[in-house]
């Protein structure tokens, strides 16, 4: 059963990455909106909404996912997330320019690029949150599950 609770504890917190991912995913949407409609090209445009989409989920997976808010290494948690995230976002990136110069009817449209580029790099980025940034024993705080729970001691009737 050990087994069986730990790939539950697995699974909820990919669960809760993924909630995290998508805050981060219409963070980044929106903004690359509003920066292609205020006249600044696609691609610059993405770099500037990806750059604040990390911050934010770097905040929310940091204090609500990982629990892993720790005043004395926030600094090089926020730097190894940028890093080791970054790369997964060059991905990101790099899927999304190559994407839009196809020119192709569906794959250049710049929001299905996005989701494409979005995916692979969510892959990405929970290894590297998860085993590199918050390190693979941070997130362990979450409640037990009900059949972990120690049982009651037996209380004698005048004791109630």
Request: charged letters at 15%; proline letters at 4%.
């Amino acid at each position: 059963m050990g087994e069986t609770a730990a790939a539950g504890r697995e699974a909820r917190l990919a669960i809760k990455f993924m909630g995290v991912s998508m805050v981060g995913f219409a963070t980044d949407a929106l903004l690359l909106q509003i920066g292609v409609a205020s006249g600044i090209g696609t691609a610059w445009a993405r770099l500037f909404s990806l750059a604040v989409a990390m911050q934010v989920t770097f905040i929310i997976n940091a204090l609500m996912v990982f629990h892993a808010h720790d005043r004395s290494r926030w600094g090089r948690q926020w730097l190894r997330y940028m890093l080791s995230n970054g790369v997964g976002n060059v991905c990101n990136y790099w899927i999304f320019v190559t994407l839009i110069s196809t020119h192709w009817p569906i794959a250049s449209n710049r929001l299905f690029a996005l989701c494409v580029g979005a995916f692979c790099a969510w892959m990405m980025n929970f290894a590297s949150a998860r085993f590199v940034v918050f390190g693979k024993k941070r997130w362990v705080r979450t409640p037990p599950l009900p059949d972990e729970l120690p049982e009651e001691p037996k209380r004698a009737p005048s004791q109630l």
